[in-house]
């Protein structure tokens, strides 16, 4: 049961334009949403978050925006750079039972071309 | 400040083997949570130890099991190998425990099992 989805594995867009990565998820009671961007034989670096009471997060060029009523957030990205070519995972966090479990989505990968 | 460590980077054991992968975490984080990549699957979570306690564990049968020692290394293992169990395996340090403190991912561990 895939709680967190990124329903396009691919995304290419041309250097200068927007990139918009979307992620839905099913469960009402995640708290809090991150982005990590990940370049192939690296780890996943941490970019972006959002609170489940806010509805838009910025910070320079990458903005996370959260739709609570629809169960989606997006990352946007203007303008994209080619070093933004990487695989972006959408990340979710659920409190239960007093402990934290952070749920990841299978990612996107993100092609920027010059 | 170093980053998080694992070693070995690579690996290639065969099926039946066990397998012991170690991470050694940003100093001054305590907790430490571990994560399988697959291409299908995305990132998995697979347990988080806080002060060389397990607080969370994933989905993963009882053949995958971790330590925390005193100084916050970590190691996981892996029993009875399956071919299944070729994936990157990343381990994450974070300053709190839980998932609301940002994860510092290492590099991973990439095993391969024939």
């Known amino acids: 049961d895939q709680q967190v989805k990124q329903n396009s594995p691919s995304l290419s867009v041309q250097e200068g334009r927007i990139s918009i990565l979307n992620c839905d998820y099913t469960?009402?009671?995640?708290?809090?949403f991150l982005w990590y961007k990940k370049y192939p034989a690296e780890g996943p670096t941490f970019l972006i978050s959002?609170?489940?009471?806010?509805d838009k997060n910025e910070d320079g060029r990458f903005t996370v925006f959260l739709n609570k009523s629809a169960k989606h957030l997006s990352l946007h990205i203007v303008p994209s750079q080619p070093g933004d070519s990487a695989v972006y995972f959408c990340?979710?966090?659920?409190?239960?039972?007093?402990?934290?479990?952070?749920?990841f989505g299978k990612g996107t990968k993100l092609t920027v071309n010059p | 400040k170093a980053g998080v460590t694992q070693t070995p980077r690579y690996l290639i054991k065969t099926r039946g083997q066990q397998v012991t992968l170690s991470c050694s975490p940003i100093?001054?984080?305590?907790?430490v949570s571990w994560y399988q990549q697959t291409p299908g699957q995305g990132l998995q979570f697979l347990f988080e130890?806080?002060?060389?306690?397990?607080?969370n564990k994933g989905n993963f049968p009882g053949r995958f099991s971790g330590r925390q020692f005193s100084n916050s290394r970590s190691e996981m293992n892996v029993s009875t190998l399956e071919l299944g169990d070729s994936a990157l395996y990343l381990c994450a340090s974070s300053l709190l425990a839980g998932a609301a403190g940002e994860l510092f991912f290492g590099e991973g561990s990439r095993l391969t099992v024939l």
């Open positions: 100093s001054g984080h305590r907790s």
């Open positions: 130890y806080f002060s060389e306690t397990q607080r």
């Open positions: 990340a979710a966090t659920l409190t239960q039972g007093g402990s934290e479990k952070l749920v």
């Open positions: 959002i609170s489940s009471i806010k």
């Open positions: 469960n009402s009671m995640f708290d809090y």
